[in-house]
Structures are given as structure tokens and as C-alpha cells.
DNA sequence: ATACTATTGTTGTAAATGCAACATATTTTT
DNA sequence: AAAAATATGTTGCATTTACAACAATAGTAT
């Protein structure tokens, strides 16, 4: 069957990067439309951080997927804006940062969710809920067996 | 429900980006490891040219949804390792360059296609066949809905 | 006909990114 | 106890990337 001949652009490798790719485009375009001022990657490490108070650079890092240095400079853009704290603590005898959503920081990132909500629904509004749902699911299925074959030296 | 709550960390957004970025972490090690002479860029620009002889730069930029300016540096790479050419051309009563892979890039472009075929079947190996199909599916629909509605300036 | 606009590809530049090296402190090894 | 290895965060740099400006050409408008 020559529909279904070994290409890449015949992969899901492809589709996730096309699809990835456009996604970030779309929401860099609604952060600027909506006059949102922090960038998409302090969003998701400020999601990130409210999910999870207390937790250290370093983790953070893990779960943004981002370097060290990169996670560091993200985080000083949002204690700039008074969005986060860090406080040194120790993790394990060791001295980290850790760090906490401040309540300007929840203020803003409750603003963004609800600001960005309608916006998103209706990017998913031609799938089926149960089918957002399901490739959601397997996604992260798919992430997770990802997370234990990629290398990660962060 | 808690576990509905309205979070980035929770939306399709989320799980699309984690799994893309792991995928081309994952591939990047791959083509190191396999030793393959080109970057994943410059590969996905090769099969898109193989798929589409004849095109011109612009439009591989709209498929690769890359700049025009990062297409023409990539292309220069590929022209450099004879494995596509580019010729001047018209299309619409315009000049373009014409681009078309050589015999050198079809054996590099299969070379790889075989090379990587089976780290990438067992990425997958865990989730049936036929929900990585659907999965696949579903993102192309997902993917077209966002070129609807994203403005592209390629 | 002249001026304006649009298309295609290239060049230049500022910002983002990843990687290695470093400073500091702790654990483990010898 | 001294040395080596590990963990955490920061800094520096080289590469990548996106965006704007440009050159060349063709269509459109006045």
C-alpha cells in the first residue's frame, strides 16, 4: 500500500512536532492579542510552581523541560515581576531554592487560565470531548514511556 | 472534581508540547547515536522535498513551518551535502528556486528512514498499533483546525 | 506611464536556547 | 582525614531562531 510508505511525514513524530509548532505559534499570538505580559514558558513554569509549592529549581527544571540555566533565567523574569519567591531551604542536607507562588502570582496566573479558556475550547471545539480527552490520555501515556527512554541530563 | 481543575498543566496544550520536546530530545540522541550526518531539520526538509519535487522554497517553509530565512540556511546545507538541488524556475510568472532531491539525497533519505525505523517502533511499542493510528489521525485533524485558525507570515 | 503593492529569496541582528565550565557545599571513597 | 564524586545554581559562549529590512521582479492602480 503506497499510503502508508516509510516517511517521516508519515509518522506521529511528525504529526506531534507540526502540531506542537502550530500550537506554540497560536499561543504566543493569543498572549500578545490578550496584552498577557509574561511569556508562554514563565506560564508553565508558573502552572508548574503553583501545583507544586516548595519545589527546587532543579525539579523544576525536570518538569518544564528546560536546562538549568534557562529554568534560573525564567524564574528571575517572574521574581522580577513579583510573581514568585525564592526562598534557600535544604533538600536532602543540601541548599536549594525553593520557591513559591506569591499571591500577585496566583492573582496573574488565575487571570491568564480564565483569559485563555474560551480561546483554547474553541481551537478543540471541532473534536469531540471525548476524543480530546482520549489523545490526551494516550499522550501522556506516550510522555511517560518517552520520560524513561530519553536521557535527561538536567 | 479536583482533578478537572483549570490548569496548563492539565490541558491538551501541556501533554502536546511535553511529548514533542521529549521526541526531539529522543531524536537528537538518535541521530547521534546512528551517526547520521544531518540534522532532524534538514531531514524533515529532505523528505518534504522527496514528497513534493519540484516545490519551491517558500513552500517548503509553509510545510516545515519554518521562517523563510532559516528554510533558505537549511536548504544550504543540503545543497552543500549534494543531497537536494536547487533550480531557478518560475511559478505564476515568478522566479523561484526549484528544488529537487538528488539520487545521493534519495540513498541518504532511505538510509535514515531504514536506520531510525526501528528505535522509533519501540517508542511506540507499548500503545497498541491501532491507537497510534487514531492518535495520529486525530492530531492531523487537530493540526489542519490550527492552520485554519493561525496566522502564518511565511 | 508612473507609482504602489505583492511575491520570492537573502542578509543582518537581537533574542532564545543548549551546553560546558564554574562556585559552593555535601556525600562517598580511599 | 584527604580526595574524589555528586548536587545545585549561576555565568559565559556558541549555536539557533525569529523578525525585520532589503534586492529583484511582477502585477495592479491611479
Request: charged share 35%; with cysteine; hydrophobic share 40%.
Amino acid at each position: 500500500m503506497k499510503c502508508k510508505e516509510l516517511h517521516y511525514t508519515n509518522s506521529i513524530h511528525y504529526e506531534l512536532e507540526q502540531t506542537a509548532k502550530l500550537m506554540r505559534i497560536l499561543t504566543a499570538q493569543l498572549f500578545e492579542k490578550l496584552e498577557i505580559r509574561i511569556s508562554q514558558d514563565e506560564y508553565a513554569a508558573l502552572d508548574t510552581i503553583s501545583i507544586n509549592p516548595g519545589i527546587c529549581q532543579r525539579d523544576l527544571a525536570k518538569l518544564i523541560i528546560k536546562d538549568r540555566a534557562n529554568t534560573g533565567r525564567i524564574l528571575n523574569c517572574l521574581e522580577e515581576k513579583n510573581l514568585v519567591t525564592r526562598v534557600i531551604d535544604t533538600k536532602d542536607n543540601r541548599l536549594v531554592k525553593k520557591l513559591e507562588i506569591t499571591p500577585d502570582g496566583i492573582k496573574e496566573l488565575n487571570s491568564i487560565n480564565i483569559k485563555i479558556k474560551s480561546y483554547m475550547d474553541n481551537v478543540t471545539k471541532k473534536i469531540a470531548p471525548e476524543e480530546v480527552d482520549r489523545v490526551q490520555e494516550i499522550l501522556r501515556g506516550f510522555r511517560l514511556d518517552l520520560e524513561k527512554v530519553v536521557e535527561m541530563n538536567i
